[in-house]
């Protein structure tokens, strides 16, 4: 089982409504998580980053949010655009050698 | 535009051919890495370069071989792969391997095995 679980695995919304994606994880003794957002046929492009003290960050219409105790994250993105179709990445370290660990993705679709 | 340029961004090779993938980063960064990234799994780590050394290998089979030459280069030498080897290659670096920086990637190689 991946320790970090990222759901749900694809959903599809239309333009200009909310939508929230969730990142479970088990990854111990934690350090940090980070949301990553990958257009089709690019890499990967840092979000944002929440260490074990910080239970929220934005970034424009991005919000992420972390609850440490129960080692869950969401990521919730306001007023979608057509542009906010893509993959999202969550990815939490590890303070164990600075592993770390990603999820499988949410793929997120904005429909007109 | 990243700061980290993947070439080529597409290869379709035999399982008997040689090829290198190539990565170059112009943010002066101490970190390199390559990842592995198949179809609605996460991403596979495979090296880490810190300062030009080699300090992590995930177990990658030796089909895989990586080269970092300088801080600002990484390539990955490729022979006798095989069909399950056909994947998104990317490339990141970061301002150190410590983990509380974030890594910056390039668009990838598209790989495909015959």
């Known amino acids: 089982k991946n320790q970090v679980e990222q759901s749900p695995q694809s959903l599809i919304i239309l333009e200009g409504k909310n939508c929230t994606l969730q990142c479970n994880y088990t990854v111990s003794p934690f350090s940090n998580l980070r949301w990553y957002k990958q257009d089709t046929g690019r890499g990967p492009v840092s979000l944002t980053i929440m260490t074990f003290s910080e239970n929220t960050k934005s970034n424009g219409r991005y919000t992420a949010t972390l609850d440490a105790d129960t080692k869950q994250s969401s990521l919730h993105i306001t007023a979608s655009q057509l542009s906010d179709s893509a993959s999202y990445i969550c990815v939490v370290t590890s303070y164990n050698n600075n592993d770390m660990r990603f999820g499988a993705g949410t793929r997120l679709t904005v429909k007109p | 535009e990243t700061g980290v340029t993947q070439t080529p961004r597409h290869l379709v090779m035999g399982m008997t051919n040689k090829k290198s993938l190539k990565c170059e980063q112009h943010?002066?960064?101490?970190?390199m890495y390559w990842y592995k990234q198949s179809a609605k799994k996460p991403l596979e780590l495979m090296f880490v370069y810190s300062l030009e050394e080699r300090v992590e290998n995930n177990s990658v089979p030796s089909r895989f071989s990586p080269e970092c030459p300088n801080s600002s280069h990484l390539f990955l030498h490729l022979h006798t792969l095989q069909p399950e080897d056909s994947a998104l290659y990317l490339c990141?670096?970061?301002?150190?391997?410590?983990?509380?920086?974030?890594?910056?990637f390039g668009d990838g190689t598209r790989l495909s095995i015959l």
């Open positions: 990141a670096s970061s301002q150190d391997s410590g983990g509380n920086q974030p890594q910056h």
């Open positions: 943010l002066g960064h101490n970190a």
